[in-house]
């Protein structure tokens, strides 16, 4: 492999950023809401974007397939030498919902440029990243041609489970012969800190709807003899955590790994972002497990959140309502060696345990994921180092973030592919929440260390 | 007085019964939910309708008068005989909110018969009782003449805490001067069993509203080093109610009239409505403080609502969102001699006190009513009494409420009246929440009712 063609590589990426930020700003006022059902054609509009951008790119055996919900598009770059290794890249179209919509600047599919960032729903959580990745295979074809093989399987579901991915993996496995795969999902430790993330938390997300009196009652003619079913909820959920976030439910910690002294050793000289970790989470942000630093808390420790809570009157003023419903989504995140089915389990019967008579409760797992770690010395992790150092001018370090990326088991345990979590994103990119954005140079960057990646693999391939 | 008048009006009422039933329908149909500020107009036009229809009952001096929010009709019958006393009849037009819509079995606003029923938001509380009035004020009209004089006191912000009542009554003192104020904005204890009631709670409305992080943050990103605001507000809601429904705030209970041994006799004699008490509340109705009965725990001791909570997502599906913020609607009801604004500064002070760091907690007044008693025998307590014997058959019992109406101290401060309340509604009606209905037959014959008690106040006046 050529470094000619990795030098016109970039040439040709650096000589067309405003038509890459273009196509950005394109694609990222699809609203391809995966959870919203209202919005479904918005995410197959957002697929057959993706595709058509693959057809442009030089890719071939393009396709959209369906599933029962989203697609999938996948599609294929070949490399110029017979002998060149193969790189399956992953990521997804499909963005989180933008409630609450008040707390936004600018409409979230009205891509908005402030201070060197793209502001929209999607921008860095995983449009931005996706398109990285086809700006830079446009880049090798416009060269002549690319390093690599590169096979691309770009979901629609992400934000919603996956819960079609495994039986379309399954069904295309022959396709999906690859040496590594290669994810842009993830982000800096902090602005200026490549990071290559090892590790990520898996996830138990559940819910409960609790059910008191038949029908939603006068509080006055029947409060103090009926079981109100918010006040019972917030009782039960008081019960499953303590003031410091420790979460009670019997057995949750028994599969924890501990840290060993030196993973703390390695936390404690990961440069961590205190500027954008204090903008977002303000006094809010002095919680945590006792013992444990801010960036243990997220990467190596589970936690758990309450991330929706509804019951009775929720508009302005006064309603004497006494509500006969109440229900709350609280998900886990899980570390190693935690399973989720088995974490789900202990919590349905630790909510059932602290049901009073007269409530009635369901538990629902709506998604779930295992943890994962990767292995911190390959020839991808190599090339990825190299390309981070070559694309943003520094060594990057080794994380563990706290989020899921639930693929990374399924990509080990369906196609034996370790994967490599390379992202361009930045700590306070506002993921899931309002005003996410994607800095621009980040965007640029990310296309530039993808070329690089591209050529180092091939390179440390036939090395 | 001749009782040839009265019996003249309950003819003339029971050859229009199809009238006034159209009429109620039409009044039904009117979205008139003060809490809505989209809603004002529609508010107003229900104002316009009462008082047309006031007109048409042969009312003078009838006005839509405005205030800050929205207006007080007002209007005058004059009795036939110059002696007569004077009877203020006051109640409101405006009606609560329909959430949650798609429980309802037909539209709120296109009022729907069904088994003897008419189903509408505010069938029962409390346009079906106002009309009623109208009904049989325009009765008299047809039939020479009323025997009593009656001003009318007809409000728009009953359902928001009558924040504009007080200021128009001092303003319309020299108006509204009567020997007693009537109002049906209550219900039988059971049905086929008249009640009186002389008791009602009163009530203090909080709203809790909890911040944590400075924005909505991805739960993977931080979760476990930042403060969830929904699990913190639900562990400070669990600390203000203990699992029987025993309220924790201190001092609570400090004011409590404790009952007599009398009382509870009375209220052990008390027909109880077990069927519609058991369809409304379920399982859940098996709930209350211990050692009191379920009518004693709703007319005699206090007790605590969450009547609204929301944080975070609430849509379907999964969204991994550590939201910003939580909050909570909770209301009290209040027994004598408990103080609204004591008890306010009672739970902010509890609220405040469990408040953990990095939770930044405000705690609102929305809506405070005194508890009432009235006297047991009067003049106008005879009279009603003997009305609502005549017009369904049985001697009434008398009870006391769990609800709030705190015009009934308004009108003893402000105006120095008693109030009889004479209400027509039935345990079941659903008042507050889907399905309200009004029954036709305790419509018609609480117009008769009416009929009757004005009648039978003139006597007991002349006596």
């Known amino acids: 492999m050529s470094t000619a063609s990795l030098i016109r590589a970039l040439e040709d990426s650096r000589s067309d950023r405003a038509g890459a930020l273009a196509r950005l700003i394109a694609f990222l006022s699809i609203p391809s809401v995966s959870t919203i059902p209202e919005l479904a054609a918005e995410v197959t509009r957002a697929a057959e974007w993706v595709a058509s951008r693959l057809r442009d790119a030089g890719a071939h055996s393009v396709r959209v397939d369906p599933t029962p919900r989203h697609p999938v598009v996948t599609g294929k770059m070949s490399a110029t030498a017979a002998d060149a290794p193969t790189v399956l890249v992953y990521g997804h179209y499909d963005v989180q919902p933008v409630d609450p919509i008040e707390l936004w600047d600018s409409p979230p599919f009205e891509p908005s440029q402030r201070e060197g960032a793209l502001y929209a729903r999607g921008a860095s959580d995983d449009k931005g990243q996706v398109l990285a990745h086809l700006e830079a295979a446009a880049a090798y074809a416009n060269a002549g041609g690319s390093p690599v093989n590169i096979v691309y399987v770009l979901e629609g579901e992400e934000e919603i489970g996956s819960p079609n991915l495994d039986a379309w993996l399954a069904a295309h496995g022959d396709e999906l012969i690859a040496d590594v795969a290669l994810i842009s999902d993830t982000a800096f430790v902090a602005r200026g800190e490549p990071s290559i993330v090892y590790g990520l ?45 420790r979460i009670m439910i019997p057995g949750f910690y028994d599969a924890v790994r501990p840290l060993s002294d030196e993973e703390r050793a390695e936390f404690a000289a990961l440069p961590f972002d205190g500027a954008a970790f204090d903008a977002a989470t303000g006094r809010a942000g002095g919680f945590g497990e006792p013992g444990f630093a801010a960036n243990e808390r997220i990467g190596a420790r589970p936690s758990l959140d309450v991330n929706g809570l509804v019951s009775g009157w929720i508009g302005d003023g006064a309603k004497t309502v006494l509500p006969a419903r109440a229900s709350a989504k609280i998900s886990m995140r899980l570390v190693p060696d935690q399973d989720p089915d088995d974490i789900a389990r202990r919590f349905e019967a630790r909510v059932k345990e602290l049901t009073p008579p007269g409530l009635t409760v369901e538990v629902t797992s709506l998604h779930g994921a295992r943890p994962a770690i990767v292995d911190r010395d390959t020839p991808a992790m190599r090339a990825a180092a190299f390309a981070l150092k070559a694309g943003f001018g520094k060594a990057p370090v080794l994380s563990r973030e706290g989020g899921s990326i639930p693929v990374v088991n399924t990509l080990a345990a369906k196609l034996g592919l370790q994967t490599v979590l390379m992202g361009f994103g930045l700590p306070d990119d506002n993921l899931h929440a309002p005003n996410e954005k994607f800095e621009i140079d980040q965007y640029h960057r990310g296309i530039e260390t993808i070329i690089e990646f591209l050529h180092a693999f091939a390179e440390e391939h036939t090395a």
């Open 201 to 245: 938390r898996g996830l138990a997300y559940m819910e409960i709807t609790a059910q008191g009196p038949n029908r939603d009652l006068h509080s006055g003619q029947f409060g103090g003899a009926v079981l109100n079913p918010a006040g019972a909820l917030c009782r039960i959920i008081a019960k499953l955590q303590d003031a410091d976030g």
